[in-house]
Structure formats: structure tokens, C-alpha cells
């Protein structure tokens, strides 16, 4: 049986926080703000949503790979972000593509590349949908009679693989449990997995240069790509399989990380491991998080690369019931195929002990690692029922180098909070973890909450951002490190990437996209 994914908040229809869970939410939010009970509004179901009507028919060549059905439609509205949830709250779905196109090979998508350019119409690939920048949201180009939805997902089979070279030939709407299904009897495993794993594909990773968790020494999706097909408005290019070339810039950077903009990631070559046969793993106590986070620093620096190690800052520890909240948490783990961890695991744990950590001893699945990780895995459900009760509750995430991380924390923290006060009138709550670190610098991971007013959400929401996002920037950090650019993080990337560099992207767009039909407003152009 075909599962339908929600296009209303995250995951499958019929999945959702238990009861508890949202108790335990709520429970939360009551004392954070002060208040007995939240007003909540309704989410429209389908019939209740009004879709405008399709502006264009698709040719009779390619009826049999497109929809203008409502469910379709309305699931290719929006991604994830907080905004796209409260337009969905609010049943406004006044932006809806006209059609949703599902091609399954690379000719199929050079059609509806020739249809969306005789019209023309804005061309959104669409890969899970699960972006949080407002990287799929159909907005038309100019002069664009109407905007498509590229959905890649009957684009989803591992054609080849390369035991020899330990890669494989992966097509680009290939969901993450399939991509791992498919690896796993070969032994084999990409073993990139972004918290949004379930419901992104491998096509839309490259697109936004994802980056996974248990990813330590290779986090983005760049370090596994060895080559890609892209199909473009110019015609379709395939870089050249190698592990590494220094022949000039490398081809296939242009696409990693292009977000929509150049064309449709068809394919691409990926280095694959062997599936861990061995894990090690432990939880470490600090007094505060800069001791955690001098902790981190020493580790990385001193050559350990656990495969997993992240540090929660109290508040962060208390929100997940990982803890009481009254100290910072490192979770701290290791994998490998052949020999033992646990002499790395050992020597983690010394250099943790001389900042002052404590590993903690629990019983097994008791410890705090295990209840974060499950409150990590269960955390995307929360918004859904968050948004319609006015809660502000959204993350944003950047990478410094280690000399300013101090400083720019102590910004980002008192603009956010600033900027919640502002916005809504009361105090509200920003948290910290790092969830992925280099021996350079860290990519520390924010968490805001406030409580809004229904019909002011998404301009108090905006307003809190700006104020995050202006710290970021002034601080010296990235507008992302690892949630894409899209259209909201834009006027920051803007600031953030050279000016030539600019020009030069958006002249590369040019090339491959005259008639700038690709992801309007993502990157480049107006
Ligand atoms: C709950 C949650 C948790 C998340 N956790 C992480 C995380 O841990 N790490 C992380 O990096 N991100 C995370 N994200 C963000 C998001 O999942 C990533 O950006 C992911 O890579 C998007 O993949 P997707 O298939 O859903 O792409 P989509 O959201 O469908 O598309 C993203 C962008 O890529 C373009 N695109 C998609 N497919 C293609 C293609 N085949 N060719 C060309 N362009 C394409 C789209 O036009 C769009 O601009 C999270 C999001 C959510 C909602």
C-alpha cells in the first residue's frame, strides 16, 4: 500500500506526536511563558482548501507524467519551513503550482523542460519537499505564465554498483530508506543521514549540500559525490567519474549546492563504506557549555573523529528531558569495521575529563544519549501542532571559526531574544547545541521559542529572523551551514557570498537557463 505523505506537516498521513509528547510540549511552553492555555486554530483539511485554478494544461505528450489533482497541488505548495506551516494553517495556498510533473528518466525531464520553455513556465524540482528555506515554493519568474512541480520521485533506483571502486549509480528522488535498502545487500552504505533522512532525497541533498548526523569526518553531501547528471534548459551534461582531478574548478561544484537553479540532478555517482560492524559510544556531562564546547575543540584538534559528537546546552538538555537542565551535554560516539573503538572512546573521554567532563553510567537505553537521540528523531512532529496554537518555535544554524564561536553566540543569543521581546511582547527562549564540528570551528545549532498572535505570525516570525539572521552575518558566521539558501535565507547570502562571485553565478544561470525558468528568486535574479 502507497503511503501518502502529509501536506500538512511532517511525515505520513496518520503519523504524528503521541498525546505525551505533546503534553510534555506544551507542558513546556506553559512555563516558559507563563500562560494556562494556548488558542488554537483548526488546520484546513483538503476539501476545505480552495486551489486557484490551473492556468495551463499539460500537452497530450506528457499527460501521463503530470497532475493537477488538489492533494498533488497542495503537497507541492510548500516545504517545511515555519512560514510554509503557517500558510498552511492559514489554508492560503494561493501560490499553488498550476501542474505537478512526475517524470521517470532523464528524457521525460528534458520534455517538461521544453514544454515549461515554449510557454514559459517557472520549473520548481521538487525532491521531498522538505526544505526549510522556501526552496520549493512555486514562485513565478517573471513574465512566467505559471509555475511547475518537477517531482523526482519516480526517479528512485540504484542502477549500478561498483564493489570495486565502492560506489554506486543512484537516481536523484530516491528517498534515504529506499537509497539504504537498496545498498544493504551489497554490504554497502552511503551513510548520510540528515535528521530530515525519511523524507528527503538523495537528489535534494546534493541540491542543498546537506549535511548528515554520525558524519563527523565527512559531513556534507559533497565529500561523497564523485560524479552527477544534470539535465538543463541547454541540454544534459554528465561530469567525469573520478576520485579526485585537478583539472581546473570541478564541474560538478557548480551543481552541488545550485538549489534548483541550474537544472534537474538526475543521477550521480556516490562513494559508498561498508555498513559499521562496530560502535562505541557515551555521554559526558559539563558544569557549563563553553566547557563542553573547549572539550569538542580538543577533540577534533587532537585528530579523534567520532562519528557522532555533539554538545546540548542545558536549556537544550532540559527541552529534550535528556536531563534536569542543570548542566551541558556531550553525546559522543564512534564506529568502525574492523578494529576495536575502544581505545578511541577512552582517549575522548580523557581529553573530555580534562575540561572537566564526567561521562555518565546509566543503564543501557537509559542513558541521556539514548533520550535524546529518540527526542531528536520525534522533533520534526512538534511544529504541526505548535503553529496552530500560536507558538514560535523555529532553528537556524551556522558555522565560525573557533576564535569568534564566544562572541558570536553572545550576539546571536541577545539579538534573538531582543528581537522575541520586540516582536511579541514577552520573553521567549533561544537554546545551543553543535551538531557538527571541524577542527577549525564549529556549526552551532539554534533553537528559538516565543509565543505570537494568530494573524501576526509570520511577521513576527520574519522579525525574529531578521534579528538572528543580521547577527549571524555580523558576527562573521554563514547564513547556513547546512539548511540551504533558498529564498528566505537570501537577502543574507547576498551579503555573505563576493560580489563577483555573483555575477559569475548568475552568468553560469544564464548559460545553462537563458530563459531563467529555474527555482525563481533562489540564489540569484530578482
Ligand atoms: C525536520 C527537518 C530536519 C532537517 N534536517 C536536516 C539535516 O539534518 N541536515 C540538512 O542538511 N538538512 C536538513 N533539513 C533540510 C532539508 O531536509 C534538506 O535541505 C534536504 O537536503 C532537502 O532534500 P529534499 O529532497 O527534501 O529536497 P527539497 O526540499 O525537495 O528541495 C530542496 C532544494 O533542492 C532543489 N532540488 C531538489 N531536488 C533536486 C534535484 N534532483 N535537482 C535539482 N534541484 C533539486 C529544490 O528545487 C529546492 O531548491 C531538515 C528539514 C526538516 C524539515
Known amino acids: 500500500m502507497t503511503r501518502l505523505r502529509k501536506f500538512y506537516g511532517w511525515g ?229 567519474r573520478l576520485p579526485a582531478s585537478g583539472a581546473g574548478p570541478n564541474p560538478a561544484s557548480l551543481f552541488i549546492g545550485s538549489e534548483g537553479t541550474l537544472g534537474v540532478i538526475t543521477e550521480a555517482w556516490m562513494r559508498l563504506t561498508p555498513r559499521p560492524r562496530r560502535r562505541s559510544s557515551a555521554a559526558v556531562w559539563f558544569a557549563d557549555f563553553f566547557q563542553a564546547a573547549a572539550a569538542l575543540r580538543t577533540l577534533l584538534q587532537a585528530g579523534l573523529q567520532p562519528a557522532n559528537c555533539r554538545i546540548l546546552d542545558p536549556e537544550e538538555v532540559r527541552n529534550t528531558a535528556s536531563g534536569d537542565g ?62 496552530p496554537r500560536a507558538i514560535i518555535s523555529d532553528t537556524f544554524e551556522t558555522a565560525i571559526t573557533w576564535e569568534r564561536f564566544g562572541s558570536l553566540h553572545a550576539a546571536v543569543t541577545r539579538a534573538t531574544l531582543g528581537a522575541i521581546r520586540e516582536a511579541t511582547g514577552r520573553p521567549g527562549q533561544i537554546t545551543c547545541r553543535i551538531t557538527h564540528v571541524y577542527p577549525d570551528g564549529p556549526a552551532p545549532y539554534f533553537s528559538f521559542h516565543a509565543l505570537g498572535r494568530h494573524g501576526a505570525l509570520i511577521e513576527q516570525w520574519q522579525a525574529i529572523k531578521n534579528a538572528a539572521s543580521d547577527a549571524l552575518i555580523a558576527a562573521g558566521g554563514t547564513i547556513t551551514h547546512h539548511h540551504a539558501v533558498g529564498r528566505d535565507h537570501r537577502p543574507w547570502y547576498d551579503k555573505e557570498r563576493p560580489d563577483l562571485f555573483g555575477a559569475a553565478f548568475a552568468a553560469a544561470k544564464s548559460a545553462l537557463d537563458p530563459g531563467l525558468l529555474f527555482n525563481p528568486g533562489v540564489l540569484t535574479g530578482p
Open 12 to 240: 505520513f498521513e496518520g503519523e504524528g506526536m503521541t498525546a505525551a509528547e505533546e503534553e510534555a510540549w506544551l507542558g513546556n511552553f506553559r512555563r516558559l511563558f507563563a500562560v494556562d492555555r494556548f488558542e488554537e486554530r483548526r488546520v484546513p483539511s483538503l476539501p476545505d482548501i480552495s486551489l486557484p485554478v490551473p492556468r495551463v494544461t499539460p500537452p497530450a505528450l506528457l499527460e501521463a507524467i503530470c497532475s493537477v489533482g488538489p492533494y498533488e497541488r497542495a503537497l507541492h505548495s510548500f516545504g517545511k519551513s515555519y512560514p510554509d506551516t503557517v500558510h498552511g494553517l492559514q489554508g492560503n495556498y494561493a501560490a499553488a503550482p498550476d501542474v505537478v510533473t512526475y517524470p521517470r528518466t532523464g528524457s521525460e525531464v528534458a520534455e517538461v523542460i521544453d514544454w515549461a520553455g515554449s510557454l514559459p513556465l517557472s520549473v520548481i524540482p521538487f525532491g521531498g519537499g522538505s526544505s526549510v528555506v522556501g526552496g520549493v515554493d512555486p514562485a513565478p519568474g517573471r513574465g512566467a505564465k505559471g509555475s511547475i512541480s518537477l517531482d523526482l520521485s519516480r526517479m528512485n533506483r540504484v542502477l549500478e554498483v561498483d564493489q570495486t571502486s565502492r560506489a554506486a549509480r543512484i537516481e536523484g528522488g530516491i528517498f534515504g530508506p529506499a537509497l539504504e535498502a537498496d545498498l544493504r545487500p551489497h554490504g554497502l552504505t552511503l551513510r548520510h543521514f540528515p535528521q530530515s533522512f525519511e523524507h528527503s532525497t538523495l537528489g535534494g541533498w546534493i541540491a542543498t549540500r546537506s549535511g548528515g548526523h554520525y558524519a563527523t569526518s565527512r559531513t556534507h553531501i559533497d565529500d561523497f559525490v564523485e560524479s552527477l547528471r544534470v539535465v538543463t534548459p541547454r541540454g544534459a551534461l554528465e561530469t567525469r
Open 326 to 387: 542543570s548542566s551541558a551535554l556531550m553525546v559522543l560516539g564512534f564506529e568502525g569495521w574492523d578494529r576495536p573503538l575502544d581505545d578511541l572512546l577512552s582517549r575522548a573521554l580523557a581529553l573530555a575529563a580534562d575540561h572537566g567532563g564526567r561521562a555518565e553510567h546509566a543503564e543501557p537505553g537509559q542513558g541521556a544519549a539514548e533520550k535524546w537521540r529518540t527526542a531528536f528523531i520525534r522533533m520534526p512532529y512538534a511544529r504541526e501542532r505548535m503553529v
